[in-house]
């Protein structure tokens, strides 16, 4: 359509009900240059329809209408759409009802009969509408816009150039207290903390002045004093000169982000400083953190080297890993938690153990979210609880396993053995000598034997054997997998033979030898305790027959042990009791002829035994330390004797006296003996005292400082038992010895066995050549005692003279001759 000069181009709704009328209005309105399209409705009904279509540029509307009235059109239309100009074109309408029309939102109204303002009308209602229209939709964006900044959770304010308030939101006065009324006049200076540093506000100033948007975080004060983080973007608003005219500033607090930041930032230095390993995997399980401490043990764990081995390791220790995992994360999430100690073995073969709790974390529907684990590298306690058991099971000086370990084993052994129907042997061993060394030379020499005994011992067993060192000297040796008890003899023999040769400490030599007893299972016993208390009872059986040897148990063993210990406990009474005597056996002179000493031997007056031979008690005494006192007792005595038989008699033998190993190794020896001497008055060379050659050579150095003490008190030493044992004469060479006693094995078998014969002679002439002197022991005829006369032998001593006597009747045999 084309367009006139003055521009218009209409789309004009008429309602009108005479068409008439209608083509007048059309008709001046083009007669007026307007290009018009048009339409006519005459009902409410066609009004609404048409209105509804849209695209009307005004509605021209008579006032009134038969079907219709203006009034209510005008209603339906702003009804349906405010923006649609209205104007009355209408035959007649009074003031009042123009009045109306304007109020109820008509733009003009013109009358039929003067249709010359009706363009510029029409013109006028359509720029006044759409100008109206504008308005209103720009009051529609500005409602809508405060109240988005009304109700923005956001604080907000909006500041003048100078920078004083002109608006802040609720969200504002919510966050800083500070409402319209006290903000007023005010700037956002008022907001500011100590906390902040200066330079940010310069920073923001020079920002915004340089019109340009300012964002950053800021920490704010609150009208209660309280401060918070702020995160702020700040907009100055310029204007078409280009001037700045408002800040807008929004802000957000994050002082709780900011200080779960901090949680977070603190609580990751925590997870990397730990040296716990802390993990946190998806609910695949697949790991999504992992600390440092986990890197490291990984790292450690893994040890990748390129060997061969190493790589398997790596892989099987990486397999092990997965599967732990795996298995954990299914535990936890069966169970909520899964605690445990597992151990994996890293590349170099080392075991590293972990104690490692997961946890499966859910959420809030109840699906697992991750997995978190904490594990702790337990390996150092591991090792320490090793080693506390290790310490609790073996013995700390020989490192061999002690009586607990030894029960644990044996009754695995036993469990064994019955399974198998094999036999097992518990061998128990007592070392013969070992308390005359520990006193002697010195604990720290003890502990050094005891050290490599045990490590002789080890070496002289089966590898499966079980090895154990029971108390002091004791050790205990389990030989399992026996299909007969007759290979145990051979088992202590290899155990003799380890120590034929001495044990070499600090440059002397130590003789060692056990006496031993065997238990079997089953047959001796079907428990750990039975089985080595028998074994025990047949060592000490073996003891009391002087040791080096051993003993199998048999049950009459526990009977004498009882009997034993029945004993032991009389001994301890029997001194208190007097019943302890002393009798006396003469020694003669071959040269003389004459009895010119005496041996005192000990005897025990038993109540109910009667006389009690000392081989029966002196074991009993020396084990259980009563000999230091009985001991005393003897040498006492016998030197009171001998000088109330000088006192009776005008003179008294020379009196030998028998002194225990413990005794002799006894550091107070020479002083007991000063003091028994002092005590009684007996002189000096009147009192020989006894030692066996066994006494002397365990331990050479400590004997010869004894014996020169004894020399130097001026008693004589007589070494008796000689030829028993295996003392060198070499050895007597540098001993201060006087008298040397043949052991009456050799003597018995005088005049007729060729050997002793020998071995006698022997004796007496290399004695003689070391300046020592004779005596034979037991010399029962008197064939023996002329071949020991022939033999050269100085003294003789035995019943072919006299029996051991009480001191009453010895007076008579100190006459006899020989
Ligand atoms: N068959 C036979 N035997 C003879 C003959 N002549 C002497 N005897 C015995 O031989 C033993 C000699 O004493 P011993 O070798 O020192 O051997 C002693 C000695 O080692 C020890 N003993 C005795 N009294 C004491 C003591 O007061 N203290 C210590 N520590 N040991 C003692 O007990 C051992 C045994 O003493 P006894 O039973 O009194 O035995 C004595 C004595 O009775 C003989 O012709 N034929």
Redesign the pocket.
């Known amino acids: 359509m084309a367009r006139d000069a003055s521009g218009n181009s209409w789309k004009v709704l008429m309602l009108e009900d005479n068409e008439d009328d209608a083509l007048l209005i059309v008709n001046h309105l083009e007669t007026q240059g307007c290009e018009i399209s048009w339409d006519r409705v005459e009902t409410e009904k066609d009004l609404r329809q048409r209105i509804a279509d849209g695209g009307w540029d005004v509605v021209l509307s008579d006032h009134t209408m038969p079907l219709f009235d203006g009034a209510s059109a005008l209603r339906v239309v702003r009804e349906l759409d405010p923006d649609i100009p209205f104007v009355f074109v209408s035959g007649t309408l009074g003031e009042k009802a123009a009045v109306a029309a304007i109020k109820g939102g008509a733009q003009d109204f013109i009358v039929k009969h003067d249709l010359s303002r009706l363009t510029p009308a029409v013109e006028r209602a359509i720029a006044d509408q759409a100008l109206q229209k504008r308005h209103r939709l720009a009051q529609e964006v500005l409602r809508k816009l405060s109240q988005a900044v009304e109700q923005a959770a956001d604080s907000i304010f909006i500041t003048n150039r100078e920078g004083e308030f002109e608006y802040v939101n609720p969200a504002f006065e919510q966050l800083t207290g500070y409402g319209p009324a006290s903000t007023h006049g005010q700037t956002p200076a008022l907001l500011k903390s100590q906390d902040q540093d200066p330079s940010t506000y310069a920073e923001l100033w020079q920002t915004v002045l340089s019109k340009q948007v300012y964002r950053g975080t800021l920490i704010n004060r609150k009208q209660s004093g309280e401060t918070f983080f702020e995160e702020k973007v700040i907009t100055p608003l310029v204007n078409q000169d280009g001037q700045i005219t408002h800040f807008v500033s929004t802000g957000r607090d994050i002082t709780d982000r900011v200080q779960a930041d901090e949680d977070r930032t603190r609580l990751n230095a925590i997870l990397e400083a730990t040296t716990d390993v802390v993990a946190i995997a998806d609910a695949k399980g697949k790991v999504i953190y992992l600390n440092k401490a986990g890197h490291t043990l990984l790292a450690t764990a893994l040890n990748l080297t390129d060997d061969e081995p190493g790589k398997a390791r790596a892989e099987n220790a990486l397999n092990a890993a997965q599967q732990l995992i795996q298995g954990a994360l299914a535990q936890a999430e069966k169970h909520g938690v899964w605690e445990r100690e597992s151990m994996l073995e890293n590349a170099s073969g080392q075991h590293i153990y972990l104690h490692q709790v997961v946890m499966a974390h859910r959420d809030q529907s109840g699906r697992i979210a991750y997995y978190s684990t904490i594990a702790r590298n337990i390996s150092e306690r591991k090792q320490f609880e090793a080693q506390l058991q290790h310490q609790a099971t073996h013995d700390l000086l020989t490192g061999l396993a002690n009586r607990v370990l030894l029960a644990e084993q044996l009754q695995t052994e036993m469990n064994r053995a019955r399974q198998l129907k094999h036999l097992t042997a518990v061998i128990f061993l007592d070392m013969d000598n070992f308390k005359r060394v520990n006193d002697g030379l010195g604990h720290s020499i003890g502990d050094q034997l005891l050290q490599q005994i045990s490590v002789r011992l080890g070496r002289h067993i089966r590898p499966n054997d079980i090895l154990a060192r029971y108390g002091g000297d004791e050790f205990v040796i389990v030989a399992s997998d026996l299909t007969d008890a007759d290979t145990i003899p051979g088992i202590l023999d290899k155990v003799k033979r380890a120590f034929e040769q001495p044990v070499r400490i600090a440059g002397q030599d130590i003789f060692v030898s056990f006496s031993a007893g065997v238990a079997v299972y089953p047959d001796d016993g079907d428990s750990v305790e039975t089985l080595l208390r028998n074994a025990d009872s047949a060592m000490y059986q073996s003891k009391a027959i002087g040791g080096r040897s051993f003993r199998f148990y048999a049950p009459a063993m526990n009977e004498r042990q009882h009997r034993l210990l029945a004993l032991e406990s009389e001994l301890h009474r029997a001194l208190e009791r007097k019943e302890f005597v ?2 006396y ?1 003469p020694q003669a002179s071959l040269r003389s002829g004459k009895v010119c000493g005496v ?5 025990w007056n038993h109540s109910e035994r009667g006389l009690v ?3 029966d008690f ?1 074991p009993l ?2 084990e259980t330390g009563l ?1 230091d006192d ?2 005393l007792w ?1 040498l006492r005595q ?1 030197c009171q004797d001998m000088r109330i038989l000088a006192a009776e008699h005008g003179h008294a033998p020379r009196v ?5 190993a413990r ?1 002799f190794s006894s550091q107070r020896l020479a002083e007991q003996v000063a003091g028994v001497l002092r005590d009684t008055g007996l002189p000096a060379e009147q009192l020989e005292l ?1 030692i ?1 050659e066994q006494m002397l050579i365990s331990d050479l150095e400590s004997s010869r400082a004894t014996l020169e003490s004894l020399r130097e008190l001026g008693v004589t030493v007589a070494i ?2 000689f030829g028993t044992g295996y003392c060198s004469l070499a050895y007597l060479k540098r001993l201060p010895l006087h008298v040397l ?1 043949v ?2 094995t050799f ?2 078998g005088l005049p007729d066995d060729g050997n002793d014969l020998a071995i006698v002679e022997a004796i007496t002439l290399l004695a003689h050549k070391l300046d020592l002197q004779v005596v034979a ?4 005829t008197a064939a023996q005692l002329e071949t020991l006369r022939a033999l050269g032998c100085d003294m003789v ?4 003279l006299s ?2 006597v009480p001191l009453s009747t010895l007076a008579g045999a100190a006459t006899l001759t020989v």
């Open positions: 002393l009798h056996q041996e005192a031997l000990l005897r031979a000392p081989n002196i005494l020396e000999i009985v001991g003897v016998a030998a006296v028998n002194l225990s005794q006894e066996t008796d038992d006693k052991d009456r003597v018995s022991e037991g010399v029962e001593q035995g019943y072919y029996k051991p």
